[in-house]
C-alpha cells in the first residue's frame, strides 16, 4: 500500500486533532515516518534538495534545534526542523546570496516544514508555526525566519492574519532549482 493510500486510510479511520510535541531521540520508526513525510510532501523537488534519514538524526540529536511533529493520532502529519540561524547561515547563502552573516545572535531559521498533502488546506503549517514560536520564546530567540512559497499568495494570509510581526524581507526566484519564487521572511519573537 502507497503510503498516500496509508495516510488516506489513517486519516479517514482517526478523526483526532493534531497534537505537537518535540523530538528529542531519534528513534528509526521516527526518522523512517519523517523521510516518508518528506518525499511525500515535497514532490518534484530534486531527490538532492530532500533530506535524508541521516539528516533527521543530526537534526533531532542536536539540542540547540527544534524539531516538531504534528501527529494526528499515531500517524506524523507534518515536521518543522528549525536551527540556530548561525548554524543555517553557510548553506543558506549559497541559494539567497543576501543573507547576512551578521547579527544572527538568538535568531533561528526554519530548515523545512513540511505537511502531508492532504492536510494543506486545514492552516496546519500556520498551528505549526505558533507552537515552534512558543518554543523559540522559551529559549530566549529574537527573531524566527524561513522561506516560503510565493505563490498563491499564501504569504499574504500569514503575514497578515497570522502574526502581526513579520515581514517579507525579499523573494528569490528559482529557489532550490524548484522553478518556484520563495520570500524570506522574518518574525520577531
Known amino acids: 500500500m502507497s503510503l498516500e493510500n496509508s495516510v488516506e486510510n489513517k ?3 482517526d478523526k ?4 505537537f510535541e518535540v523530538a528529542s531521540t531519534p528513534d528509526s520508526k521516527l526518522v523512517e515516518e519523517l523521510a516518508e513525510v518528506e518525499k511525500a510532501s515535497f514532490k ?4 538532492g534538495s530532500l533530506l535524508k534519514k541521516e539528516d533527521f538524526i543530526e537534526y533531532v540529536e542536536d539540542s540547540r534545534n527544534v524539531v ?3 501527529r ?11 536551527t540556530p540561524l548561525e548554524e543555517a547561515i553557510e548553506d543558506l547563502s549559497r541559494y539567497d546570496p543576501e543573507i547576512s552573516e ?6 533561528y531559521y526554519c530548515e523545512s516544514i513540511a505537511v502531508i498533502h492532504e492536510l494543506r488546506k486545514q492552516n496546519l503549517a500556520v498551528e505549526m508555526t505558533r507552537e515552534i514560536i512558543e518554543e523559540l520564546k522559551k529559549r530566549g530567540a529574537k527573531k524566527y525566519s524561513l522561506h516560503i512559497s ?13 502574526l ?22 522574518e518574525y520577531e519573537i
Open 16 to 19: 483526532e486533532m493534531v497534537e
Open 72 to 82: 494526528r493520532g499515531k500517524l506524523i502529519v507534518g515536521y518543522a526542523i528549525v
Open 164 to 185: 502581526k510581526n513579520s515581514k517579507i524581507i525579499r523573494t528569490i526566484p528559482n529557489w532550490l532549482n524548484s522553478g518556484k519564487s520563495f520570500d524570506y521572511i
Open 11 to 13: 486519516l479517514e479511520e
Open 68 to 70: 516538531l511533529i504534528a
Open 150 to 162: 510565493s505563490s498563491r499568495g499564501r504569504h499574504d494570509v500569514r503575514t497578515k492574519d497570522f
Open 102 to 107: 551578521s547579527d544572527t545572535e538568538n535568531k
Open 44 to 47: 518534484g523537488y530534486e531527490e
